[in-house]
């Protein structure tokens, strides 16, 4: 049975697993923390793949005293061996007295396992304790587990009047440096940016990730050692990009999506061609999305032009909107905001949910997720 | 000298003051409160034009009690026989001790004079507390007396992509039921309703206020006998206007702008042709203003179409711009939000600052200010 003060050590918890919200990348967020006599006696977060998971961290701090103790963990600890012995068996050795667990593993092979482990050995277990800001951490990596498909966020700035560029096409800069430097960190928590060659060849990007540019609070729990390059994948299909770009001139790797690959082609090192099989002369964004997430990719971060973002939209496969809008009014003639084809009525149009809108500099920060669809009769 | 607790006071005299935000036009909102010994011993508030100023009323409440107490006053009190005699001379007559004031009177005529009498009577007066809030509720009065022209607030709706209908001209409704709703009790504020033939005709609107759209809250402090119409001023330059548009079949003013007036027209009781003698053939704005605000017109909400929010955008003639944003995407053929000249540069673009966001149903509410012109060297 969850107690009153169960909630105020799971959201210590949590907090600890936000801490490797930049660096876990395929692997989920998760915190934990170690209780006995209304002390914390354990705590970590898992902070990369391949080093110690969450509960580990927790387990060495506490020592002997985890026996008999209570345990926060915000993910369902895992059973199975991976590139770590499975944290149930580690939680049972210790002979801890409970577990509480925010929300169970989402790979449907393995959730509820580590549960199971930790009742036939004797511990008490609940599960269920601040379960949506469980989900909300780890909406890429539980995306991909549940669905096969990477968690898309669509980054757009426009005016007040949804226009992204004067006719002319200048567009440096609608959006305030403010916003700019906040799309730094948005995209260092992604795992990868999706851009395509039109954007590239307009822009000219270096769709990286600046570690310089992120605030003090963040550079504290995010050395510049620790860096991670988001990969960059740009769709290509017409083989336009010379390799001559910015973007190959910076660190991190870079995923060209082509429809034919050309043998005897010299790429640098950090730069790979993945071709796309489906027979449509347009990359298929279904094959896109389920080849991605088989490469572990939690979630994706898009920032691409008018013709692209309709396209993603028309196709149902944003998960969230980002949209920086600058109070400005560029007027009729200026380019719109995203490309759809002719809809006939309003009610045919894609429509959104206003989750979180901030002030950013001068600017705003709309945030939307798409509507879930109706199912009142 | 200013002390601890006259702010509290104040606020109540502010707070007062706002009740008569929908019926005191072309008034200003005045509060008053009255204090003694810590107590507050009378209070009152400026409801409509010809009805005691709030001075009138809570020396009433106050009755020989007076004598000796504080006083709380929203603006400056009058030093003048307008329609009512002058307040200085009552609060003279009441032998209060002190008079605390928010702000002076702004026109020109006559700042400064109602304080210059009390202090010549002997009585202590402070200027200066809680100031920007007694410019706020008074922003339309305010400019009035100072500029001449009339507070402009310019209404418009639109989506996520700047887009105020589809290509086939279906506008009903991008925004939510909330935000017209919305709309209702901010048009009541405003002493007139601004809108074109072009809109009338297009949209055959009422553009009333509708007591019954209003919140309880509202209606609690405003009863449908009270209800002012906003004047409704419709520029038709063109005489499009056949009168049997919805509009004329409803109550309240309505006032025709137009370059000509035609002998023997025969007009509704409650129409009137307003003539512009100025050489052009559109509407001269500046002859507008001036002419409407020489009407005691303190305040106006604009409803109109992409051309006319264009004009008065460029024309640098929008003191506050509220967008309703519904969370939809429209797409590149869909309408856009203003019509405004070529313009070659992004800094050319009209730039306003966000002043406050609010979500509204599903729909936000932004409210903008133009930005001061740039100052700094």
Chains 1, 2 share one sequence.
Not at 24 to 46: A, L, M
Not at 48 to 54: R, V
Not at 112 to 117: C, H, I, L, N, T
Not at 347 to 352: A, E, G, H, K
């Amino acid at each position: 049975m969850i107690k009153s003060h169960d909630s105020f050590y799971m959201q210590r918890a949590l907090d600890l697993a936000k801490r490797g919200i930049y660096t876990t990348t395929p692997n989920p967020n998760v915190g934990c923390v170690i209780v006995k006599d209304e002390q914390i006696i354990g705590e970590g977060y898992h902070y990369k793949a391949g080093q110690p998971h969450a509960e580990v961290y927790a387990l060495n701090m506490a020592g002997d005293n985890a026996k008999g103790a209570t345990v926060y963990v915000t993910l369902e600890p895992c059973s199975h061996y991976g590139r770590t012995p499975p944290c149930a068996n580690a939680l049972i050795e210790a002979q801890v007295k409970r577990v509480v667990i925010a929300m169970l593993d989402p790979n449907p092979m393995v959730s509820g396992y580590g549960v199971q482990r930790l009742k036939e050995a004797g511990i008490d277990v609940d599960v269920g304790l601040l379960t949506e800001q469980a989900e909300q951490i780890n909406r890429g990596f539980l995306k991909r587990m549940r669905t096969g498909k990477p968690f898309i966020i669509l980054k757009m700035a426009a005016s007040l009047d949804g226009k992204t560029a004067m006719a002319s096409g200048e567009s440096k800069w609608i959006t305030s440096s403010e916003a700019r430097q906040d799309v730094q960190t948005l995209r260092a928590k992604c795992s990868a940016i999706l851009s395509t060659s039109a954007t590239v060849l307009a822009d000219d990007p270096r769709l990286t990730v600046r570690w310089s540019a992120f605030p003090e609070k963040i550079k504290q729990h995010y050395p510049i050692t620790d860096i991670r390059q988001p990969i960059r994948i740009i769709l290509d299909s017409q083989h336009r990009l010379t390799l001559k770009e910015q973007l190959f001139k910076q660190q991190g790797q870079i995923w060209l999506i082509r429809k034919v690959a050309f043998k005897g082609e010299k790429l640098p090192d950090n730069v790979k061609i993945v071709v796309d099989p489906t027979p449509e002369p347009l990359i298929n964004l279904d094959w896109l999305f389920t080849t991605l997430a088989q490469a572990q990719i939690n979630s994706i971060w898009v920032e691409a032009g008018a013709q692209f973002a309709g396209a993603l939209i028309q196709q149902n496969l944003v998960d969230e909107l980002i949209i920086y809008l600058a109070p400005k009014l560029l007027g009729h003639q200026a380019r719109s905001l995203c490309k759809l084809p002719h809809l006939n009525q309003l009610s045919d149009c894609p429509t959104f949910q206003f989750v979180d809108v901030t002030t950013i500099g001068p600017d705003l920060r709309l945030r939307l997720k798409t509507t879930p669809p109706d199912v009142s009769l």
